[in-house]
């Protein structure tokens, strides 16, 4: 027993710092920008998604580059990043980096400078593993153009024996790249073989997708029907489209509550349904049209349905059931001519004009 338990715990310790993190500090890294400050903060170079405002602002004045005067482009890369949130005691696995692996910056130079500037263009060097096109980046265009999903919105966590390999510059034709399962969503796999041949490398992708989905905002009830105010929209990661819920708050409000919804739990056709304009056992309005007369009658409904569904309803007085379509609240159009029929009715004695809507009190029924 202890054996097994030191085995698990060796094997905690080395996938823990594989997996991704899941908290709510984000970082997505935009593929170039323009700045017009040489010290470069990482609120310039990506967008920020933090706990707390304060947070987020501490994280966007983070300086990740200083560039000497008169440096025209550089760059920043995931390492830079990670080495800038080490640096202020925040531990990179808790933050959760995404989108370029690299961002080329072009600094902004005034008119009045470049006149006279005299000195020649610097270019800053890149350092070990600091391309501006790498062998991650290629994995993650193939499995992007597959899964018809732009890079923007991917997120992948690469796994290989070889850390150094996926920081290697990517030239056209240089890799041998062979595909070992679907590229989509998921898990992914490929064979890698460096320039000059040599013994290929398995690569390991965890793919996913950054999306926008519905979730409750407050406590939600059976049977009531979505306000505005009780769901939102939260950025979410999924390894799965079928995970995705609804993107539009639109589709959910007004529609009715199937069963009981914890604050942000994702809205899925599970949890909701149309809203129910029509209850079993309750009195409805039910409405025949015959050319230019409309004649209502109240029955009871014997099921729920929504706008659209077809119901039975049973007139209390003969106890005749009839069926017929949820037109609004409380209300059902009978269009069957068969239908129609069972509501038998005489008009008045003397109709001057159409009449265009007859209640039922001025009904005489046949016996």
Request: charged share 25%.
């Given at each position: 027993m202890i054996k097994k338990l030191n085995i698990l715990i060796l094997l905690a310790a080395v996938l823990l710092p594989m997996s991704r993190a899941?908290?709510?500090t984000a970082i997505r890294v935009l593929p170039s920008v323009e700045v017009d400050d040489v010290e470069v903060r990482l609120g310039d170079i990506?967008?920020?998604?933090a706990d707390s405002s304060e947070q987020q602002r501490r994280l966007e004045e983070l300086v990740v580059l200083s560039a000497p005067n008169g440096s025209v482009v550089g760059k920043v890369d995931v390492f830079a990043i990670n080495r800038a949130l080490s640096s202020v005691n925040i531990a990179p696995a808790s933050v959760d980096v995404?989108?370029?692996?690299?961002?080329?910056?072009?600094?902004?130079v005034e008119a009045e400078e470049e006149a006279e500037a005299a000195e020649p263009m610097v270019v800053l060097p890149a350092g070990p593993g600091e391309f501006s096109y790498t062998l991650a980046d290629e994995l993650g265009r193939l499995v992007s153009n597959s899964?018809?999903?732009?890079?923007?919105?991917?997120?992948?966590d690469w796994i290989c024996n070889d850390s150094n390999l996926l920081c290697k510059e990517f030239v056209d034709g240089a890799f041998e790249i062979v595909p070992r399962?679907?590229?989509?969503?998921?898990?992914?796999?490929?064979d890698v073989t460096e320039p000059g041949g040599g013994r290929s490398q398995r690569v390991y992708g965890d793919v996913q997708y950054q999306c926008q989905s519905v979730v409750a905002a407050v406590p939600l009830r059976a049977g009531q029907v979505i306000g505005l105010g009780d769901v939102k929209l939260v950025s979410r990661r999924i390894s799965s489209l079928s995970d995705i819920g609804y993107t539009d708050v639109e589709l959910v409000v007004g529609q009715e509550v199937a069963r009981p919804i914890r604050p942000n739990?994702?809205?899925?056709?599970?949890?909701?349904?149309?809203?129910?304009?029509?209850?079993?056992?309750?009195i409805v309005d039910v409405v025949a049209q015959t050319g230019p007369v409309q004649i209502t009658l109240r029955g009871r409904a014997l099921s729920n349905g929504a706008m659209g569904d077809m119901v039975s309803v049973r007139d209390e007085r003969n106890q005749k059931v009839i069926q017929g379509v949820v037109s609004?609240?409380?209300?059902?159009?009978?269009?069957?001519?068969?239908?129609?029929?069972?509501?038998?009715?005489?008009?008045?004695?003397k109709v001057s004009k159409p009449v265009e809507r007859v209640e039922e009190s001025d009904i005489r029924w046949e016996s």
């Amino acid at each position: 027993m202890i054996k097994k338990l030191n085995i698990l715990i060796l094997l905690a310790a080395v996938l823990l710092p594989m997996s991704r993190a899941g908290g709510a500090t984000a970082i997505r890294v935009l593929p170039s920008v323009e700045v017009d400050d040489v010290e470069v903060r990482l609120g310039d170079i990506a967008q920020v998604r933090a706990d707390s405002s304060e947070q987020q602002r501490r994280l966007e004045e983070l300086v990740v580059l200083s560039a000497p005067n008169g440096s025209v482009v550089g760059k920043v890369d995931v390492f830079a990043i990670n080495r800038a949130l080490s640096s202020v005691n925040i531990a990179p696995a808790s933050v959760d980096v995404y989108g370029s692996s690299m961002c080329e910056i072009s600094f902004a130079v005034e008119a009045e400078e470049e006149a006279e500037a005299a000195e020649p263009m610097v270019v800053l060097p890149a350092g070990p593993g600091e391309f501006s096109y790498t062998l991650a980046d290629e994995l993650g265009r193939l499995v992007s153009n597959s899964a018809a999903i732009g890079e923007a919105y991917l997120a992948v966590d690469w796994i290989c024996n070889d850390s150094n390999l996926l920081c290697k510059e990517f030239v056209d034709g240089a890799f041998e790249i062979v595909p070992r399962s679907p590229l989509t969503l998921g898990r992914v796999v490929f064979d890698v073989t460096e320039p000059g041949g040599g013994r290929s490398q398995r690569v390991y992708g965890d793919v996913q997708y950054q999306c926008q989905s519905v979730v409750a905002a407050v406590p939600l009830r059976a049977g009531q029907v979505i306000g505005l105010g009780d769901v939102k929209l939260v950025s979410r990661r999924i390894s799965s489209l079928s995970d995705i819920g609804y993107t539009d708050v639109e589709l959910v409000v007004g529609q009715e509550v199937a069963r009981p919804i914890r604050p942000n739990d994702l809205i899925t056709d599970r949890l909701i349904k149309l809203l129910q304009m029509v209850k079993a056992k309750e009195i409805v309005d039910v409405v025949a049209q015959t050319g230019p007369v409309q004649i209502t009658l109240r029955g009871r409904a014997l099921s729920n349905g929504a706008m659209g569904d077809m119901v039975s309803v049973r007139d209390e007085r003969n106890q005749k059931v009839i069926q017929g379509v949820v037109s609004g609240a409380g209300e059902v159009t009978v269009t069957s001519p068969a239908h129609q029929k069972e509501i038998e009715y005489k008009q008045p004695a003397k109709v001057s004009k159409p009449v265009e809507r007859v209640e039922e009190s001025d009904i005489r029924w046949e016996s």
